[in-house]
C-alpha cells in the first residue's frame, strides 16, 4: 500500500534512511515495556513527496508497539 502525502495528496517516495547529519547510525524509536529485557525499537523510515517536499516518517513493524 502506497503513502498518499497529506499535504497535496501525491504519491510519495518510500524507503528513504532518516540519518543524523555527520552520524552514520540514523536514529531509532523505543518503547519500554514491563520486566527486564523488554522494551523494543525500530529504525524509522521516510517517506518523502515529490511534489511538494513533505517528509513523513514510519515504521514498518508499526503491531509490536501496540499494548
Not at 41 to 63: D, F, H, Q, R, T
Request: aromatic letters at 8%; hydrophobic letters at 35%; proline letters at 3%.
Amino acid at each position: 500500500m502506497s503513502k498518499v502525502c497529506n499535504q497535496c495528496q501525491s504519491e510519495m517516495t518510500e524507503g528513504c534512511d532518516v540519518l543524523v547529519e555527520g552520524v552514520m547510525y540514523g536514529i531509532k524509536v523505543k518503547k519500554r515495556r514491563r520486566g527486564l529485557f523488554k522494551s523494543i525499537s525500530a529504525k524509522p523510515k521516510a517517506a518523502v513527496c515529490p511534489n511538494c517536499g513533505y517528509v513523513a516518517l514510519y515504521i514498518n513493524n508499526y503491531e509490536e508497539f501496540s499494548d
